[in-house]
């Protein structure tokens, strides 16, 4: 009997084991790739089987594996912040089936991936701030109306002053405070001692993207209270062993003499083995410029005349498919040589012009401004960690013209050389089958060494040594696939030699200078970030966030007019920015419409101040706030019309009560708040191979200031009044390799005056602006 019944046993265990062994094997597995619409790999998509609530997320390559999954018809879906999602149906079968998924960027603006931010790769739909982003194509288009980056960043960004039409951005401020340049992430602003030069440190032919993060940002470091601007050059075509593009244009007024310039570039690219290249080149000689009556515009800090070089160069080699190897290097240089010297106008009636004479002293302009980064990236140095390691150098020098504010006049030069290195590390952290947690953390370590001198050998600012180091964290995750959470913090650790040095001498033999004992300055900040983007609705995508930014104050202005003969006993602190922003973005059919308002504060800040022609900063409270609003509208498949408005205020606690309206109290003056800006602008492409740009802008009123005792107005507090400008740019493709380009900048010749030229409120700055100027260039590539 009990044979019966073990073998009885033994059948049952049998029938079940080959019910459960056909039950196993009656599972599939999906093995798939995500990809966007242009082939990118889409990491950390969220891959889910509706049916069995099976869920992973894709790898670094877009790739994802599924296991375990019932034999049939099933539901697949897949979501990621900034596309729609996607589900298909799959038929699943026993073992495993290889799939590839496309996705579908939301809308146009959003599909973007930018690195700024958060020194890493993220999508704008995910970024929790205001950000601007000025693709290769949109820089080409403003580049045919004038190939000036202050000019083509006036139009394209919101928050951002006009443009000075000088050598210089002084005033060209971003949101009201001063903004952090740079180039890869090599810093070009000298907020030691600022130069005003930063801006246009680069040519636009090798620039790839420009991505402009406004409000206060630590993330990059000291400069940054308006927020940052990173030049990111351009990579080789992959696609080709050898390839190029050639570029010959002339440029010129169209009314008066002496105007016609010219300017050539050359690039070679391409990729061989696991090697890839691009060299570029290029060279501009400009003409006299000439405002809308045919007046030579005053020479002093002016663009006419000047000849600019570029030389860029970017080598590469993929040590193995998930290792890179970099090198960078640009030099770019610009310096005026001109006939004329400047003849003063008189204020608010006619403008200072240029005159034939013969200029004393150095050429003015940039000398040069050398970059070098080398970059090596991992994109799995250990476990799921991605590493990108930099190591870089700035080499910077610049004259600028004569001043008399001091015993005999002279000019001066900056100085400012920075080395570098940063370790940035991306590590993803799986906290539940849903969700997980990217973080990226590293180290910042820079040396910055900037000084003033004279061309005479005096000096003005003495040798500044600042080494700044900084760890920083950020953190970022999505809830429920649409709530995008960012917070982050870095640690500023900054210490700052200063020589001894004298002062200079307001009268003859020595009268006036003070022997000024140096020492060192040490700054210990934290300072921190948060933010959240909801992105579920196509037609409202809000976000708020909150951030602080660290800056030393502009020692070198402090320094050189120094009344104390010991460094302890000047005004050092350093500018901490509270700012605060709330905005949204929305698709509705053809319309993009995005906006935001923002909030900012710190306890002291540095309102520029004249007082008996010297000039100082006012170390006092400050708010600036304001808002901007963008919109573009397709009307045809070939017709698109836009446009963006911009305003911004600020004031300043003079009797630190804590209320800003006192009567004490003052607005902040107009070299750091600009007036208002609109742009508008027409883009039609109708007809074959031809495409037509037309942009208006529009810089409004600003008149808060009154005169002084004396009847004139302070620097910064002249009244700005409205002047508006229309451009157009023209492309036509004669062939698949030949392209013509044709700009006009102020096409109806208007007269006006920038900004600066307004609100500087003196004879000699009194300047007009550009009259009617054409840049007509010739493309081929190979």
């Known amino acids: 009997m009990k ?95 290889n799939l590839a998924f496309v996705l579908k960027e939301q809308s146009e603006g959003l599909n973007d991936v930018i ?44 928050g951002l002053g006009f443009s000075t039409n000088q050598t210089g951005n002084s005033g060209q401020t971003l949101r009201g405070r001063n903004v952090l340049v740079l180039i890869d992430g090599i810093p070009q602003s000298t907020p030691l001692r600022a130069g005003g030069r930063d801006i246009r440190s680069i040519d636009p032919t090798v620039i790839e993207r420009v991505e402009v993060i406004k409000g206060a940002t ?184 004569n001043v008399a504010s001091f015993f005999g006049g002279g000019q001066s030069a900056i100085t400012s050389t920075k080395k570098g290195a940063r370790v940035n590390l991306n590590t993803p952290i799986t906290l539940t089958v849903q969700q997980s947690l990217q973080v990226n953390y590293g180290l910042d370590l820079m040396n910055d060494k900037t000084a003033q001198s004279l061309t005479d050998g005096r000096l003005w600012v003495p040798d500044m040594n600042m080494v700044n180091f900084a760890p920083y964290l950020q953190a970022s995750t999505t809830f429920f696939n649409d709530l995008t959470i960012k917070g982050g913090l870095r640690v500023e650790n900054i210490n700052i030699d200063v020589d001894d040095f004298n002062t200079l001498a307001t009268g003859a033999n020595g009268a006036g200078s003070i ?50 003969n010991t460094l302890s006993q000047l005004e050092t602190k350093p500018i901490i920015v509270n700012n605060y922003e709330a905005g949204f973005s929305s698709t509705l059919g053809n319309l993009n419409l995005s906006a935001a308002y923002y909030y900012s504060t710190s306890k002291l800040g540095a309102n520029l101040l004249e007082v008996n022609g010297t000039y100082i900063s006012q170390r006092i409270p400050e708010r600036v706030y304001g808002f901007e609003v963008q919109a573009d509208y397709q009307v045809l498949k070939s017709l698109t019309i836009g446009g963006n408005y911009a305003q911004v205020e600020g004031k300043g606690d003079v009797d630190n009560d804590g209320n800003f309206d006192g009567e004490k109290d003052v607005y902040l003056n107009t070299t750091r708040i600009p007036p208002s800006k609109t742009t508008v602008y027409v883009k039609y492409s109708g007809i074959k191979n031809l495409s037509i740009d037309v942009n208006w802008l529009r810089v409004g009123n600003r008149d808060r200031f009154a005169k002084n005792a004396a009847g004139k107005y302070l620097i910064g507090e002249g009244p700005v009044k409205a002047f508006n400008l229309f451009n157009v740019a023209t492309a036509y493709q004669m062939t698949s390799a030949l392209r013509l380009t044709l700009g006009l900048e102020n096409i109806l010749n208007k007269v006006y005056y920038p900004a600066i030229s307004q609100f500087y409120g003196s004879n000699v700055n009194y300047v007009s602006g550009n009259g009617r100027r054409f840049n007509f260039a010739v493309g081929y590539a190979f």
């Open 3 to 97: 044979q019966v019944y073990l073998s009885a046993l033994i059948v049952v265990i049998l029938f079940l084991s080959a019910g459960a062994l056909h039950a196993q094997t009656d599972k599939g597995t999906i093995k798939g790739v995500v990809t966007d619409s242009l082939g990118n790999k889409i990491s950390n998509a969220n891959v889910q089987i509706r049916k069995q609530n099976l869920k992973t997320s894709t790898d670094k390559q877009g790739a994802f594996t599924l296991a375990g999954i019932s034999t049939g018809t099933q539901s697949i879906r897949i979501t990621i912040t900034g596309f729609d999602a996607l589900e298909q149906k799959i038929e699943v079968t026993a073992g495993e089936i």
């Open 115 to 158: 690195v700024s931010a958060s020194r890493r790769p993220e999508s704008l739909a995910q970024t929790p701030s205001s950000v601007t982003v000025l693709t290769s194509k949109e820089i080409g288009t403003q580049s045919t109306i004038s190939p000036n980056l202050a000019n083509i960043l006036s139009y394209s960004v919101p």
């Open 218 to 401: 630590a993330i990059y470091g000291n400069g940054a209270e308006g927020g940052l601007i990173n030049y990111i050059t351009k990579k080789a075509d992959q696609g080709k062993s050898f390839g190029g593009y050639s570029q010959a244009g002339i440029t010129g007024n169209l009314k008066g003499d002496s105007t016609v310039g010219y300017r050539f570039s050359q690039q070679f690219y391409g990729k061989t083995d696991k090697f890839d290249y691009i060299v570029s080149g290029m060279f501009e000689k400009t003409g006299v410029f000439r405002d809308a009556k045919g007046l030579v515009i005053s020479p002093e800090y002016g663009l006419g005349e000047t000849r600019s070089y570029n030389g860029f160069a970017k080598v590469g080699y993929q040590i193995t498919d998930k290792q890179r190897l970099q090198l960078m290097y640009n030099y770019f240089s610009s310096r005026q040589r001109s006939k004329y010297l400047t003849k003063e106008g008189v204020y608010g009636q006619s403008p200072a012009i240029g005159v034939y004479g013969t200029r004393l002293g150095e050429d003015e302009g940039t000398r040069f401004n050398h970059n070098a980064n080398l970059q090596y990236t991992n994109q799995q140095i250990f476990g799921k960690t991605d590493l990108t390691a930099n190591l870089y150098y700035q080499d910077f020098y610049t004259i600028y013209s």
């Open 515 to 564: 022997a000024v004992q140096g020492g060192k300055l040490n700054y210990n900040a934290l300072v921190f970030n948060a933010g959240a983007r909801y992105s579920k609705f196509k037609f409202f995508n809000p976000f708020i966030s909150y951030a602080q930014s660290f800056s030393v104050f502009e020692l070198g202005r402090v320094l050189r007019a120094a009344k104390a």
